[in-house]
């Protein structure tokens, strides 16, 4: 486990943006609306070869003990206790030009409850003169206090420097100064998507088993992508994963809000970086357009795919034969994606999601020896020639397996442009009926066979007498021409 350090403060004071500014990316929503962030956000990150964890978390509006009729307020509360409790160090981040409020006076306290190494970041603080800003916060009463700003970069090494020196020695920072890299098996990027309030959240807290993510039934609760580590049992081998929760994508044009827009972005780049999508249908709602926009945007970026119909278990038996047919109909481009039914409330049959995803990992890395894909190919041809050209039919020369993750298979024709869309796609059938590739997204591409043509070569000897008759036919030749 790395060591962890958390950034906590009130709502606005740039939290979101001093963590996009340490991790070296945009992973936090930043926005000038307060209480953009909800969820704690966590990501790796290093800072002279050190690795640690880094935590957003939403900002701290509701104290210890303050009531609110608002759920999502007081999940956010909880959210931050979380992450202060697992923190190793913390850092406070203030807001240099609003001076000290009484919500810092009041979460200052806390923090200092809580008996954790505390860091003031005392955030904005843009050039040399606004220095003298940091007086004010020195009745928060911390020794440790650094003017940063998270926009421009400046303070960040001084505070991160001391942060390294603060933190446990673990045997991961061990390692990382021997200069010692452990085997350490990758985890697999699960990316958890589907329309709002179809249960993604709820099936993440399910499977980790506690409340990691902010469940709501207001739609539009989670905004940001949030990356949750998770390792499970199967097969009696242990597996690690980072099941990403994301925003619910609904159609452009409902997107009304520049949070929304990012919101949606956030889950779209979460499926271009993921190595496995799990799309997650409502079973009440039925199978809509918008499922299929999604469904289209896994198939469009080559990602293993699993179907997730959730609450299962609140649609009657008629209902679901209906549904499943629906499903066939509306979504026929993903299937080669298992379909598993489930409840996120319940916990049904979530152990056969987990089961399905291993199936799928394995599909994902295998690989087929270039004799036997080849076989499988050819025959695929001559039972069904693709439609000629001009005159031409498609011939296979050689094909190879090129890469894995998702499988990519390049073959070598005399015409590429007889290589169409459909007869692709019953070669990707015949290699999935040979092969398996359960829930991949197969590439197939076409080259055409770049050769030279040797002249022919007669095997026959060239005698004396051949030569002479060559020669005669030669000068009958020229006679002729001159006659």
């Known amino acids: 486990m790395l ?25 936090a929503i930043v926005h000038d609306q307060p209480g953009i962030t909800r969820d704690r956000i966590s990501a790796e990150a290093e800072h002279r ?19 609110t009729h608002d759920e999502i307020i007081g999940a956010m509360r909880h959210q931050a206790d979380v992450a202060i409790a697992d923190a190793a160090l913390i850092l406070l981040v203030v807001d240099s030009r609003d001076g000290v409020v009484p919500l810092d006076q009041e979460v200052a306290k806390l923090l200092r409850e809580s008996g954790k190494t505390i860091f003031l970041a005392v955030n904005k603080v843009d050039n040399l003169q606004q220095e003298s800003l940091l007086a004010d916060f020195m009745q928060l009463g911390f020794e440790k206090v650094f003017p940063v700003s998270a926009i421009q970069g400046l303070g960040l090494d001084e505070i991160l420097d001391a942060a390294m020196a ?19 098996q990758t985890p697999l990027k699960i990316a958890i998507v589907g329309r709002p309030n179809v249960g993604k959240s709820s099936i993440i807290n399910r499977l980790v088993h506690e409340e990691r993510v902010i469940v709501s039934e207001v739609a539009g609760t989670t905004r940001d992508a949030v990356d949750v580590p998770f390792t499970a049992e199967i097969e009696g081998r242990q597996r690690e ?15 009304d809000t520049s949070v929304e827009f990012f919101s949606v972005r956030r889950a779209e780049q979460s499926i271009e970086r993921c190595e496995l999508a799990v799309l997650v249908l409502d079973a009440s709602m039925g199978v809509t357009a918008q499922d299929k926009k999604i469904g289209g945007k896994i198939l469009a970026a080559n990602k ?6 959730n609450k299962w278990d609140l649609v009657g038996e008629r209902v679901q034969k209906q549904f499943i047919e629906q499903l066939h109909h509306i979504l026929f481009f993903l299937d ?16 056969r999601l987990l089961s399905t995803i291993h199936v799928v990992d394995r599909q994902l890395n295998q690989e ?32 190879t397996q090129t890469g894995t993750r998702p499988p990519r298979f390049l073959a070598f024709v005399n015409t590429p442009d007889l290589f169409s869309d459909s007869y692709r796609k019953y070669i990707m059938d015949r290699l999935r009926a040979a092969f398996g590739f359960e829930g991949c997204s197969i590439v197939l591409s076409a080259r055409a066979r770049t050769h030279t043509i040797e002249p022919k070569r007669s095997s026959a000897k060239r005698t004396p007498s051949r030569i002479a008759r060559a020669r005669d036919k030669q000068e009958h030749r020229k006679h002729r021409r001159r006659s």
Do not use: W
Not at 49 to 63: C, E, K, R, S, W
Not at 304 to 309: D, N, P, S, W, Y
Not at 336 to 347: N, R
């Open 49 to 67: 070869d050190v690795p640690f964890t880094l935590l957003d978390t939403g900002g701290i509006g509701l104290l210890r003990g303050e009531r």
């Open 166 to 184: 603060q933190l446990p020695v673990s045997a991961v920072r061990e390692q990382a100064e021997e200069g010692v890299s452990a085997p350490r």
């Open 304 to 309: 293993g795919c699993i179907i997730a119909v």
């Open 336 to 351: 080669f994606a298992p379909v598993v039914f489930i409840s996120a409330k319940t916990g049904m049959a979530l152990g």
């Open 241 to 255: 994963f980072i099941l990403t929760d994301t925003a619910g994508i609904r159609p452009t044009g409902r997107v």
């Open 368 to 399: 087929v020896p270039t004799a036997v894909l080849n076989r499988v190919l050819s025959e695929a041809i001559r039972s069904r020639p693709s439609p000629g050209k001009s005159g031409h039919q498609l011939r296979l020369y050689y094909a």
């Open 3 to 27: 060591p962890v350090i958390a950034i906590v403060g009130r709502p606005n004071v740039g939290k979101s943006a001093l963590f996009n500014r340490i991790v070296g990316k945009r992973i």
